[in-house]
């Protein structure tokens, strides 16, 4: 992110972001964004370096909580989407931004659809990144029945490492296995069945420390890179965005949604992996089908669950192609 200004905010329930901009030209907007496990704003060097600001389009992305230069509380009620998207609405405020587009991968996605629904005017399009826009619910959060309900439509329990990702041990066997969290993560699409999608495959493929091929995308430096920042910053923070939800601060969340901000009104663009084994990009046709979103756009690339990082091209042409369709 060397060529954007890295700036800190001092959000107003004492908490700090540390996130990076850079001012859109010819009133061109600006897109504000959010990565996910267990990245950070780096995540988005090559779109921002070699699409967004190339094209004008202003940028603010953050480093999340849990992450990088942020706060990294070890209370999961931190957590709560509702108090992230205030802070996220706070960011804006200090850098005078009235609208932006909010874009989001993995858990990003997921804040990013949080932000829409807490602050629909301050959006002007919304991006989704492998992960489907999942509404708000008033019903509790029920691990066992999404996984039970996964494992009849897919054949396979989409989310069994939840399970782990969520428990007190999962800190403490992440930050001593980053090797091995490194190589299942960025390993090939085919290779999640049998860790994130089986169970105790996460728990055991760890704890023995083993290690598998990864994607040419992920290169040695951005493995030590990546070894490097979670040495220093640990996972006792990122694991609350698993433990928020599966023990029920996110369903408090969700119920302070107004009913009348599940659909989003606004453009929308989803860019996805077909070979995504988790985040199914199937998994769109839900609120399509309940008519939450009118204006999507969808594209799907033969990818894994990063999709940005395995296709960079069809990626930021896709995003491009999509803000000028929307925003000239």
């Known amino acids: 992110m060397d060529k954007l200004d890295k700036k800190t905010i001092d ?18 907007p600006t897109v504000f964004l959010i990565h996910g496990w267990p990245d950070s704003a780096e995540l988005w060097s090559d779109v921002t370096t070699n699409w967004l600001q190339p094209n004008g389009y202003g940028v603010v992305a953050i480093d999340c909580l849990g992450y990088g230069g942020t706060s990294k509380p070890t209370d999961r009620e931190a957590y709560n989407f509702q108090y992230m998207a205030q802070d996220c609405k706070e960011i804006l405020d200090k850098e005078g931004l009235d609208k932006i587009v909010v874009l989001g991968h993995d858990w990003g996605s997921v804040l990013t659809a949080r932000f829409w629904n807490f602050h ?9 990144v492998n992960v489907a826009y999942m509404p708000p619910t008033d019903q509790p959060f029920d691990l066992d029945a999404v ?4 494992q009849q439509v897919f054949g396979y329990g989409l989310y069994w490492y939840w399970h782990f990702f969520a428990s007190d041990e999962a800190p403490k066997v992440l930050n001593s296995r980053l090797e091995s969290v490194w190589t299942i993560g960025h390993g090939l699409p085919e290779s999640w069945r049998n860790t994130f999608c089986t169970p105790n495959g996460m728990r055991d493929f760890l704890v023995a420390d083993r ?6 995308y992920a ?4 493995k030590q890179a990546f070894i490097a920042r979670m ?4 996972f006792d923070g990122p694991q609350n965005w698993y433990g928020a939800m599966v023990h029920g601060v996110q369903d408090e969340a969700s119920k302070a949604v107004p009913k009348e901000n599940y659909a989003i009104s606004a453009p929308v663009l989803f860019f996805a992996g077909s070979d ?3 985040c199914r990009p199937e998994a769109i046709q839900m609120p399509v089908d309940n008519g939450l979103l009118p204006k ?11 999709s940005m990082l395995s296709n960079p091209r069809e990626f930021g042409e896709a995003l491009t192609s999509w803000l000028k369709a929307n925003f000239a």
């Open 231 to 234: 040495q220093r910053d640990k």
């Open 11 to 28: 959000v107003s329930r004492g908490l700090t972001y540390t996130y990076y901009t850079s001012p859109a030209k010819n009133g061109l």
């Open 120 to 128: 629909p005017d301050r959006c002007a399009g919304v991006v989704f």
């Open 219 to 222: 290169t040695e430096e951005m």
């Open 296 to 306: 999507l756009t969808s594209v799907v690339v033969k990818a894994g669950h990063w």
């Open 276 to 278: 995504d084994v988790v």
């Open 211 to 216: 290690r598998q091929p990864t994607l040419p």
């Open 147 to 150: 996984v039970q309900t996964t």
